[in-house]
């Protein structure tokens, strides 16, 4: 697998406090109509800390469409996970 691949594994996600790529599947009972996009899978960005604090809970944002603002929790249920990319160089570095 690629470094930059999906892994549909959660189960082998890092739980350590790592910021990560994470897709989200929205389902009905999510009290909410999905992503910014409004659609069943979306990709944001999350990390679980239970390494630390022992508490196994996905954070990740979400949208507030009533209030119009991004929130600290969104809904979904991760089901994909890939590392964030690299930071690029700065220019002339």
């Not at 909410?32 to 409004?38: I, N, V």
């Not at 949208?63 to 890939?82: F, K, M, N, S, Y």
């Amino acid at each position: 697998m690629s470094d930059m691949a999906w892994n549909y594994d959660m189960t082998t996600a890092p739980k350590d406090n790592s910021l990560l790529q994470l897709l989200l599947r929205h389902d009905d009972g999510d009290d909410c109509s999905g992503g910014f996009d409004d659609a069943e899978v979306t990709r944001t960005m999350g990390f679980n800390n239970f390494v630390n604090d022992g508490i196994d809970e996905w954070k990740f944002p979400g949208w507030d469409w009533c209030g119009d603002c991004i929130t600290e929790q969104g809904c979904g249920t991760p089901i994909a996970w890939a590392p964030m990319l690299p930071l690029p160089e700065a220019p002339g570095t």
